[in-house]
Every structure is written in C-alpha cells, then in structure tokens.
C-alpha cells in the first residue's frame, strides 16, 4: 500500500509540473506559421530581400514564413511591433541599416532600439547607386558633382524619408561634396522612385536592389556604385573612387532579429535556418540579379551581427549629430 501511494504521490506530482509548462513550450519550434515584419513598405529593396530570405528560411523550418509590410516612421513601427511581439520565435523583424542609425535619430520612441532585440545574423550589404533622371545634364560622376556644386540650390534630392538608406547616402553626398541640395522627402523609395523616373526629381541614392533594372534599362543615368569594388550586375559603372569621391562610400547591410527574450536555443534555430537559406542557389542567383551577395556565413551568426551592429551605431552618431537632422 505505501508503495502504491508513493507511485500514486510521484505521478501526480509530475502531471503538475508538466502542465505548468505551456504547451506551446513543450512542442518543436517552430510550431506555426512565422511572420517577417518588414518596416517599410510592399515592393521596396528591403522588402525584395525580405520575400527571398522567407522564402528559403521556410524551407529549412519547414513552415510557412510570412512577410508583413508595416511602414511608417521610418521604420520605427514595424520595429515596435517586434520589440513588443511575444519573444517565442514566430515574429522577427527584417531590418536595414536604419537599425544603426535609429538610436541617433530619434530621440523618444516607444520601444529600446537596441535593447528590445535579439541579432539573429546579418544577411546581405546592398550597394548603394547615384542615380538622376534620365535627361540630367552629366554623364560622369566628376561631371555630377560640379554641377551640384555650381547649382545647389537649384537641384532636388529625393529620399525615402528621414532615417531611410536613401537618406543617409544623401547625407554622405552631401559631405563629401561640400554642397547642400533641397532635399524632398517621399512615403517610402517607390514613390521618390516614381518621381525620378518622370524627371521630376534631380538626383537619389538607392540600393541596387532597386535600381539595377531600371540602369539597365537605361531608364535612369547612373554616375558610381557607392563600394570598394564595382559589381558584376553593372560591371561598367565605377565605384565612387574611381569617380573621384573616395569618402563617398556606404551599403545598406540588412539583418534579422527576434524580440529581446527569445531564448537562446531559438535564436540558434533561426540563425542555422537563415544560413542555410543563405547557401540557397535560388536565393544566391536572384541576389546576384539585384547586384549583391549573401554575407559569409560566419557573418550569419548572432555573435558577428552584434558586434557589426554596435560598430554600425558607433560610425553613424557623429553624422547624424553633425547634420542636426532627427526624425522627432
């Protein structure tokens, strides 16, 4: 009987414990369908990125990934969403380089722009490209640049809006040739793109991701790519070195984050699903398409998106400072 008692003791008391887990912690993650928060809106180079990753990592989770576009801000309220969604894996944000420069920017928001996430890896550095309307008066970046410094006040520059990579490659372009232009801000890079291609905006920087098949469509004028090396999707535009404006260089480097919480063996899973997708041939030739690569895979890893995060944050602060242009 007291055997029997005991047996009966120790059952009950695991079925306690057992139930006091929630059952969703005791199934594999992933579960369900995720979701890809993108902060900017549908058809745009972040989101282009974003389609291709879900696509690849859903495939290796063996679920479902789902991209939901929530713009606005700045992309200040997709991240919100993130930092306040339930930290179990099944929401990450895809974000740019504007995870770097929002901390400077904004100077109140809602969430912590660097403690309310989790990096889970870096994916891709876009190239940027100086692109015109298609009937600018220059054929060469050195041509560009005395031009926006003999009519600065005369030309527009499109953006994206504050805190976009549009944006910020204006800043640097405006630094580096020492000459202001009225800058114009759009809702998002499709309609700045829209207006440039009508011929009713001057000049924009934007990711090759969004720019390359209008180039080759000689839908627009393309006067540098803003990195070291020149790149095999436009093989015959130089780099803005060559162009003569070496400090005129930036990429727009894209990761992926989870809420601050999720646990580490999450974040793990995710990151070993998001270097797979990386070694995707399907993905790797429609990035090659676009005018970039997927990052090495040890770059893929939340250890090397952290410290290229923080480093990125570090680089952007005086800029932004010296600009004196914030987004609140």
């Not at 998001?274 to 997927?294: S, Y």
Request: with cysteine; hydrophobic share 45%; charged share 15%.
């Amino acid at each position: 009987m007291l055997r029997l008692a005991r047996r009966l003791l120790l059952a009950l008391a695991a079925g306690t414990a057992l139930s006091a887990v929630p059952a969703e912690a005791q199934q594999a993650f992933p579960n369900r369908t995720l979701t890809v928060i993108v902060p900017f809106a549908a058809g745009g180079p972040t989101d282009t990125v974003s389609r291709l990753v879900a696509e690849a990592m859903g495939r290796d989770l063996g679920q479902t990934m789902v991209v939901e576009n929530v713009g606005g801000a700045g992309g200040t309220l997709g991240a919100q969403r993130v930092a306040n969604a339930r930290p179990d894996g099944h929401t990450v944000l895809l974000h740019h380089i504007g995870m770097a420069t929002t901390p400077s920017l904004y100077r109140r928001l809602a969430y912590d722009p660097v403690g309310g996430f989790e990096p889970i890896g870096l994916v891709t550095e876009v190239p940027m490209t100086l692109v015109a309307r298609n009937n600018f008066p220059a054929t060469t970046l050195a041509e560009a640049v005395a031009i926006i410094r003999r009519d600065q006040d005369k030309l527009n520059y499109a953006n994206a809006g504050i805190g976009a990579a549009s944006h910020l490659c204006g800043l640097l372009l405006m630094k580096a040739v020492d000459a202001p232009m009225t800058t114009v801000p759009f809702r998002g890079t499709g309609p700045a793109m829209q207006e440039l291609l009508a011929g009713r905006i001057d000049l924009m920087c934007d990711q090759t991701t969004n720019t390359t098949e209008q180039i080759l469509g000689h839908q627009l004028r393309v006067f540098a790519v803003t990195t070291q090396n020149r790149i095999s999707a436009l093989p015959n535009v130089p780099t803005s070195a060559e162009g003569g404006l070496p400090a005129f260089e930036v990429s727009v480097w894209h990761g992926l984050y989870a809420p601050k919480g999720t646990s580490a063996e999450i974040v793990t899973r995710l990151s070993g699903a998001l270097q797979v997708a990386l070694r995707d041939p399907r993905l790797v030739a429609r990035f090659r398409e676009l005018g970039t690569d997927p990052v090495a895979q040890d770059r893929a890893t939340p250890a090397a998106h952290r410290a290229f995060w923080m480093a990125d944050i570090a680089k952007w602060r005086p800029i932004i400072q010296a600009a004196g242009q914030y987004a609140d």
